[in-house]
């Protein structure tokens, strides 16, 4: 199962990963690298949705793909929060937030899997709706102009972010909820 299309999309979005930080280094004026940025952004952002669609049409799900899958996508979340950072786009408040959920959601999963309760942990639709604004806001973020010369993508990149920070915070405390009966019952 590592050789499957689906597969080698997430791949694909872990390798390009470089090539989106690397454009703030390139030779061009910065609307241009914020346009070709913000395009990556999407396209990587829509091989998730793509990888997992071909997965179930092709019948090539796998215990790899679903490991590989969340880490790619937080692989990518967190290389644009960086980039954001270092571009004064996003306080570090906001992306330690949402870096620091990342890692402590995902360590409490491998935990819960350990003890055979991850099914308390499973993916939930808070956690969905924070996905869709942080990938929503990043590109908006990136872009950091006016989007067909009306939508300022600063403003209302800021505001999904700041929502998706919030999102985060709701989605972690429901996750170590939901957590925190199995986690009791083992301590036992």
């Known amino acids: 199962m590592f050789l499957t299309l689906p597969t080698l999309l997430t791949w694909a979005r872990i390798v390009a990963i470089p090539l989106l930080v690397g454009v703030f280094y390139l030779p061009l004026d910065a609307a241009t690298r914020n346009l070709v940025a913000s395009v990556m952004f999407v396209v990587f952002a829509l091989t998730d949705w793509l990888d997992g669609w071909l997965a179930r049409k092709l019948n090539q799900t796998s215990a790899f793909g679903a490991f590989l899958d969340p880490v790619a996508d937080k692989f990518l979340v967190c290389a644009a929060l960086l980039v954001l950072v270092d571009l004064s786009r996003v306080h570090v408040l906001v992306a330690l937030v949402i870096i620091g959920r990342e890692i ?39 872009y950091d102009g006016a989007l067909f010369g009306v939508i300022d993508t600063r403003i209302w990149g800021t505001v ?22 199995e986690i009791r019952a083992k301590a036992r």
């Open 104 to 142: 402590a959601i995902s360590s409490l999963r491998e935990w819960m899997a350990q003890i055979g309760a991850s099914r308390s942990v499973a993916v939930h639709m808070l956690g969905k709706l924070k996905t869709a604004t942080q990938m929503t806001a990043i590109p908006f973020l990136l």
């Open 160 to 181: 999904l972010i700041l929502v998706a920070c919030v999102l985060t915070i709701w989605s972690m405390v429901y996750y170590l909820q939901r957590a925190l009966p």
